[in-house]
């Protein structure tokens, strides 16, 4: 007889004496208890919640950042030529400068770009000019022709390149590699 678990009127777990299929007397049969079992475990493809969780989420920044990808492009493109910005300071009746304010109106940017600095020289503009972010262009000119080969050198000894890798840790010096064969002659 084995023990399993049932409850009581009052909703308290207690034990209750159930046969065992299989065997007359009641005990387990040896072997049947623990190892694989046919249709156990995971169905193939089956994943954990928390990785349905994860590939949702990446699923959907992906979709978003598709969406936006023309922008994304111009954005990184612009920063790959740099940015020029346009400032004015402005002068007051008593001759005082202002400090520069950045011009973000389309419209007086485009009189700027047409006229230049205003004869009346109430107002001074200048255009400024970020560098070019490097890192943009780089990864433009990677996603566009692809990763440029990058050569890794290793001195050392050729014919264990193992010792080599060992000798830059420090690891070499307990360990006494085999010493190459030397071709003898028994024909004597």
Known sequence: MSEEIGKSENGQATPVNVPVKGN???LP???TLGGPRPGGGR?????????????????????RVAKHTNRLFNAQYSLSQGVQM?????????????????VTDQEEIEKYL?????????????????RPDNKAIESLLDRTYGK???????????????MTILAQYGLDKDINPPKPKEDTDTDA
């Open 43 to 63: 169905k193939p493809g089956g994943m954990n919640a928390s990785t349905k969780l994860r590939e949702a989420a990446l699923k959907e920044f992906r979709d």
């Open 86 to 102: 346009l400032f004015r300071i402005d002068t007051d009746s008593k001759g005082n400068r202002s400090k520069p304010q950045l």
């Open 29 to 31: 049969i040896k072997g």
């Open 114 to 130: 047409d006229e230049g600095n205003l004869p009346d020289g109430s107002s001074y503009y200048f255009l400024t000019t970020e």
């Open 24 to 26: 007359p007397d009641g």
């Open 148 to 162: 440029a080969q990058q050569n890794v050198k290793m001195e050392g000894d050729k014919d264990n390149p193992l």
